[in-house]
């Protein structure tokens, strides 16, 4: 199956720093998602990024995908952004959603 | 409801007792899948429902695990004979199909004493 890869495993910034995160997939997918994990361990949907380039705010995500990649950028990083960041991808010839083991990024004041 | 819902919010248990987590899917959405997930690790994908096709159950751990879907509405997750390994959170998500961006619910965590 899909092999999810998100690096780097752990991020410290301080407030007002930016950030770039990275997912590699093993196959071709229709399916791309990032999430955010709050320390509450609730899961919030960020983008659905197959392919292309979306914002929303302070973030935005690019994927690849002839290249197999996806990145997610924050900007101006806020106390509130820490948590776990998952990449999330889906190939097409299953129907399950495999996540990558995630970034945990840490924003100190 | 605006979003998933899933309930218990936690639950505690002692080994060897069943326990049936339930889960309420955004209206309308075909499709519903439960995962797993371990302290500090990431998500495990447990099994998924898509309209009244037969579930893929690939990623149920054991035989002591299974789930029901009535129609497109509520699911339940069911573990029998629970054992301490079995502690997690557990999360329900669903979607308006498969391949379309899933929506979670918050979880029930579950504690094997």
């Known amino acids: 199956g899909i092999q999810v890869e998100q690096s780097p495993p752990d991020l410290i910034l301080q407030e007002g720093a930016n950030s770039t995160l990275r997912c590699n997939f093993s196959d071709s997918v229709n399916n791309l998602q990032w999430f955010h994990q709050n320390p509450w361990g609730q899961l919030i949907n960020l983008f659905y990024i197959p392919s292309g380039t979306k914002q929303n705010g302070r973030l935005s995500a690019t994927t690849v995908a002839t290249e197999r990649y996806s990145l997610l950028y924050i900007s101006s990083s806020q106390t509130t952004d820490s948590g776990v960041y998952f990449c999330?991808?889906?190939?097409?010839?299953?129907?399950?959603?495999?996540f990558g083991t995630g970034t945990r990024l840490q924003v100190f004041p | 409801g605006a979003g998933v819902s899933q309930s218990p919010s936690n639950k505690v248990t002692e080994k060897g007792k069943d326990v049936e987590l339930r889960c309420d899917p955004i209206?309308?959405?075909?499709?519903l899948y439960w995962y797993r997930q371990r302290l500090g690790q990431g998500l495990e994908f447990l099994i998924y429902f898509q309209g009244n096709s037969a579930p893929d159950k690939s990623g149920l751990p054991s035989d002591r695990f299974s789930a029901e879907r009535t129609g497109e509405s509520v699911s339940t997750l069911t573990i029998q004979r629970t054992q301490q390994e079995d502690s997690a959170v557990y999360l329900c998500?669903?979607?308006?199909?498969?391949?379309?961006?899933?929506?979670f619910g918050d979880g029930t965590r579950l504690s094997i004493l």
């Open positions: 998500a669903s979607s308006p199909h498969k391949a379309q961006p899933q929506h």
């Open positions: 999330a991808a889906q190939s097409y010839n299953t129907d399950k959603l495999i």
């Open positions: 209206s309308g959405h075909t499709a």
